[in-house]
């Protein structure tokens, strides 16, 4: 139920368009990495100081016009130069979705192209993060036409999916991030309990370390860690093949103690004013997500599950009350 009702938010565009207009009103803050490219730098020059690597997300996704996925962008290549230029330690996420994949492929594709061209010549790292069963194979197929030309690519595969043990034995000499998967996907494309995505998960992040280029284990479970450190000192693989990943703002002392134990770590760095759809998934992805940011975002007397259900409520009709004046 839980996760339902925040995937439903998630897609409420009327609340989206209000949350852009109110801020970062739902504690958002404390898990979004502020709202442009100079706070994010700053952010990731806070982690690097930790040894803490980031991947940095320009928040936004199913863009419908193109002048919204030509602005998106020319933001991610802003982002891109601002990262070689402080020479900090971080490559970029991005949605093919925010580049126009929902208007047309090859529209979508030449934004990509320039992109990836161009952190392609500074050495940067570009992951392509997988939405939902719907933009599924067109992410893969964008991934597979410009990897004619640049190496500097990888993406993400989902656990609940069927298909994600083909896909990852696929893109084995890829990049990739392992993740559960945040999206609401039917029963005939994915598994939907607990139990078999965890435990598809753990198969695919052992055959990826035995088998694959490199791999991005990214999740806020210690019992999945503590399974990943077990399994690489039993089958000796070197720190150099793999990272924990966790998002900006969960885990803060484990993404710490990671870091200092020697391990490579990655920070998910999402920023922009188009956080709210995010912040949504990131609460419906774990039921331990609402308690890993509940001292952040609520005071001790407050119900959490109840606390972001009637912010949302309250952002829209902040917002409906706006429009009536």
């Known amino acids: 139920m839980l996760k339902d009702l925040f995937i439903g938010l998630s897609k409420n565009q009327f609340l989206n368009t209000a949350a852009k207009k109110y801020g970062l009103k739902l504690g ?48 991610i290549l802003e982002v891109v130069e601002a990262i070689h230029e402080s020479k900090v330690d971080a490559h970029i996420s991005l949605k093919p979705s925010q580049l126009g994949l929902d208007i047309d492929y090859s529209f979508c594709l030449d934004n990509l192209k320039e992109i990836v061209a161009k952190a392609y010549g500074y050495g940067i790292f570009i992951n392509f993060d997988m939405e939902d069963h719907d933009r599924l194979q067109p992410s893969f197929d964008l991934l597979d036409e410009l990897s004619k030309e640049y190496d500097n690519i990888g993406t993400v595969i989902q656990a609940y999916f069927y298909r994600a043990a083909e896909d990852i034995e696929q893109y084995k000499n890829y990049r990739l991030r392992i993740v559960k998967g945040a999206y609401k996907e039917p029963a005939d494309v994915a598994y939907t309990s607990k139990e078999e995505i965890d435990k598809n998960y753990i198969k695919l992040i052992e055959h990826h370390l035995l088998n694959g280029k490199f791999t991005s284990i990214a999740t ?70 609402l308690n890993l940011v509940a001292k952040q975002v609520f005071n001790k007397k407050t119900n959490t599950v109840l606390g972001v259900a009637a912010g949302a409520f309250l952002l829209g009709r902040l917002s409906k009350k706006n429009k009536e004046q």
Not at 41 to 56: D, Q
């Open 220 to 289: 806020h479970d210690h019992n999945v860690i503590n399974h990943v450190k077990r399994f690489v000192k039993k089958h000796e693989i070197s720190n150099d093949k793999f990272e924990f990943q966790m998002l900006y703002g969960f885990r803060k002392e484990m993404q710490l103690e990671l870091a200092k134990e020697g391990y490579n770590f990655c920070t998910y760095i999402p920023f922009g004013d188009d956080w709210y759809g995010y912040y949504m998934r990131r609460l419906a992805e774990r039921p331990q997500n």
């Open 28 to 75: 958002a803050q404390s898990v979004v990495a502020g709202t442009n490219i100079a706070e994010a730098i700053n952010s990731i020059k806070e982690l690097n100081a930790h040894g803490i690597s980031c991947t940095v997300d320009n928040l936004g996704e199913f863009v419908m016009k193109k002048e919204d996925a030509t602005a998106a962008k020319e933001q």
